[in-house]
């Protein structure tokens, strides 16, 4: 089987601009993943679950892990040198290296590092999610605010690792999506994924419907339509929901169906990070011939105001967003039936 050494190599091929600095921080993130996997296998043996006793920017506590793999995964692009400022959900202010290696830099990235890490304790599956942009700013310097705040549909990669029954890196450069499993027995990445496209026949909704009276109309009715009795359609669709961003979004990649997080009465603009949760996901949905919305409009166009900013996200198997968007606009004081 290929391994993600020789896949990147290869592919490198497909960018006539590239000097292999781009190829290096894809096989960093790779090692940083190996670390973290590592630990997040021996949790429960070892004294890493638990919380650290400290709160990120969102005021959510920090696990052990969440500092571990923020940890790693800075260590591991600065010390590589092509990342030049990193956004993450664990840090309230932009990441930059003194150095100057780092300072020449030509990429910046937004991640979150540990997904889904109040299941570490139960066992269920959790992972890393990244977006990798070019700076805009002049080399020679730290990367600036203004090299992160760019849309999604700037980005030159994105991906996620998923640490469950077996580890998988999944990413993208924006030519499909493709993903390696974890061989822990010689230490490698191997492509066991080719060319992953999400089914277009798609019958699993993810939701926290423990919300339900919080979310607006248009929620509610795609969650009926959802339980609607119609065999036309493969209605009623199934409900799978494990509370992890990279577990529901990659089952319903291989199997098809629509991941939501919507805004509702006490989180308007939903829970979810805009930079290093919804564009990565969004990027890579798209990417597998898929399909990302905030509900209203496609989610690599919005642009970022902030680090830290929230948006809904309904992602997932094309024809299933197209209808939670239409209830939305339906269900929206300006929806206008003729457009």
Known sequence: MKTLIEFIH??????????????????DIGIAAKIVNREVNKAGLTNVMGFEGTSNVQGEDQKKLDVFANNEFIKA???????????????ENLVTFDSKMSNNGKYVVAMDPLDGSSNIEVNVSIGT???????????????????????????????????????????????GVNGFTYDPSVGLWLLSH?????????NIYSINEANYIYFPEGVKQYIKYCQGDDPATNRPYTTRYIGSLV???????????IYMYPGNKKNPDGKLRLLYECNPIAYLAEQAGGKASDGFRRILDVEPKSLHQRSPLFVGTKHMVDTAEYLM???SPDFNPQA
């Open 10 to 27: 290869e592919k490198q091929a497909d960018f006539p601009f590239a000097t292999g600095e781009f190829s290096r921080m894809l096989n």
């Open 247 to 257: 577990s529901d979004f990659h089952r319903n990649m291989l199997r098809g169906g």
């Open 77 to 91: 692009l600065g010390h590589g040198g092509q990342c030049c400022a990193i956004a993450s959900e664990e840090n």
């Open 129 to 175: 999610v990244f977006g990798i942009w070019r700076r805009k700013s002049e080399p020679g310097s730290c990367g600036t605010m203004e090299d992160l705040l760019q849309p999604g549909r700037d980005m030159v990669a994105a991906g996620y690792v998923i640490y469950g029954s077996s580890t998988m890196l999944v990413y993208s450069t924006g030519k």
């Open 194 to 202: 080719p060319d992953i496209q999400i089914p277009e026949g798609g």
């Open 329 to 331: 606009a339906k269900n």
